[in-house]
């Protein structure tokens, strides 16, 4: 059974992810630990308790999803279950490459605490916006937000599923953006929970940040297809996975086109691995002939395993 690894981005955190996987699996609970090691805070405290209510702070949450996604894909590995493809939304797509050999969890780890910290510095002091729009095809929304750039940046920021947009950038322009949208059939536009407006172009400082801190990391080759986020697609030989990490969190998003390629590399399911079940949604709306299984508890983990013995 071929298999499309999703990883799930920011925005789907939640107190406790992890914690029944961290008691049931000794291997999920070493990975856990090692991440915990790469990290200036509580990993462990942040991810299952949440007391201090730090987690939605992108500096916390991604060093804790990917630590989270890490742990679960190991647990899935020791039973037998793993992916030909792999992609993940925006931060998930650090968990794409651990999953492809790329570099190991620790490292993935340590990349994403500074990516955190780089787009909360670029976001800082700056009025900025994101919305998801609903009911609107690709082509107006996009007309909506070039008129709307009279006031500012605003972009198409993730292209989610049919239906499915999201815009961000600067306050003013991207509220503009949405009342055009609306006025050219948009069922409903919704701000989003975010603190920055991310994968815009005013991440190009955290962009910069990376590209210096990317120099001295060792990037391997991946060993399964990895479709990414800003191509919609696997790379070719011309670019390199650094340089589409500098462009990732500073331009669109096209998940709905990853999930398609995926989908025509001949996968017969995909595996979201959460928390969350946001990507599962965007799949059946993209390719509802696919099915489609969420992972983030250990109960979802023996339900996956028996799905996959069933269809073997």
Avoid: W
């Avoid at 787009?119 to 002091?125: L, N």
């Avoid at 995926?262 to 696919?290: C, H, N, Q, R």
């Amino acid at each position: 059974m071929k298999l499309g690894f999703l990883y799930a981005g920011q925005g789907s955190q939640h107190p406790g992810m992890g914690a029944d996987l961290y008691d049931a699996f000794p291997t999920f609970r070493q990975i856990f630990d090692q991440a915990a090691e790469q990290v200036d805070f509580d990993l462990k405290e942040v991810s299952f308790m949440d007391s201090q209510g730090i987690l939605n702070q992108t500096r916390y949450t991604q060093p804790c999803m990917v630590a989270f996604a890490a742990g679960l894909t190991a647990v899935l590995k020791e039973q037998g279950i793993v992916p030909s493809a792999a992609a993940g939304l925006s931060l998930g797509e650090y968990s794409a490459l651990h999953a492809a050999g790329v570099f190991d969890a620790a490292t993935a780890v340590k990349l994403v605490a500074f990516r955190g910290k780089a787009m909360e510095e670029a976001a800082a002091g700056r009025p900025s916006a994101m919305m998801a729009v609903l009911g609107l095809d690709r082509a107006p929304l996009q007309a909506a937000c070039d008129q709307a750039s009279a006031l500012g940046c605003v972009v198409i920021a993730n292209y989610n599923c049919p239906g499915q947009l999201v815009i961000g950038g600067e306050k003013a322009a991207v509220e503009q953006a949405a009342t055009l949208a609306k006025e050219a059939g948009a069922r409903r536009c919704l701000p989003l929970k975010v603190s920055g407006p991310f994968h815009t172009p005013l991440m190009a400082p955290a962009g910069d940040a990376l590209a210096e801190r990317f120099k001295a990391v060792d990037f391997g080759q991946p060993q399964i297809p990895v479709i990414f986020n800003c191509l919609g697609s696997a790379k070719d030989d011309f670019v390199t996975i650094p340089e589409l990490l500098v462009r990732q969190v500073q331009s669109s998003v096209f998940m709905e086109d990853s999930i398609r390629a995926m989908a025509a590399l001949g996968i017969d399911a995909f595996v979201e691995i959460g928390p969350g079940k946001a990507l599962s949604g965007f799949v059946k709306k993209t390719v509802p002939e696919v099915p489609v299984y969420a992972v983030e508890t250990a109960a979802d983990v023996d339900a996956l395993v028996n799905a996959v013995k069933e269809n073997a």
